[in-house]
């Protein structure tokens, strides 16, 4: 079972915090509270099990959530030999991950919104300019993703090292 020493509040504190920010960008907030809890986990693997009694929820509220942070890049599902469970690991870069797997569906969107400007002549310059801004917002990222995630890697590379604890 995952236990943790949050006798001060602190890691509860930071697993709100961050689910918090993750609804202000408009995301699940339950998705931040996992992806959270695994940041901060102490063990490297952790079960379905004891995300939802580490978090006080449902199984099926860690299952939509380690859906959605698997498919986004942060997590990855582990299997373990001879045990049915569902485990989970996080990135060692969940944030860096998430951007190199890029926005889902991003160049999709882009071919959705890019022929939608062209589907009515009578639609208002404003509204045609809304459905370019987007199309062009999504190309002109996907353009752009793989050199930001070069500099992110270089700036990296450049930081002093942790140093293990004692």
Known sequence: MMTVDDS???RARFIEAVA???????????????LAFL???????????ELAAGLGVSQGAISASTRNLVASGAVRRVWVAGDRSH??????????????????NQAALEKVFRPEADLDPHLTLASRTRLRNAADYYAWFESRREALADEWEAYKASRPPLEPED
């Open 87 to 104: 485990y989970f690991a996080v990135q060692d870069d969940p944030l860096g991950s998430m951007f190199k797997a890029g926005v889902p």
């Open 20 to 34: 918090t920010q993750w609804r202000q960008l408009g995301s699940v907030p339950m998705d931040g509270r996992v």
């Open 39 to 49: 940041i901060i986990a102490e063990q490297e693997i952790v079960s379905s099990a």
């Open 8 to 10: 001060d509040g602190a």
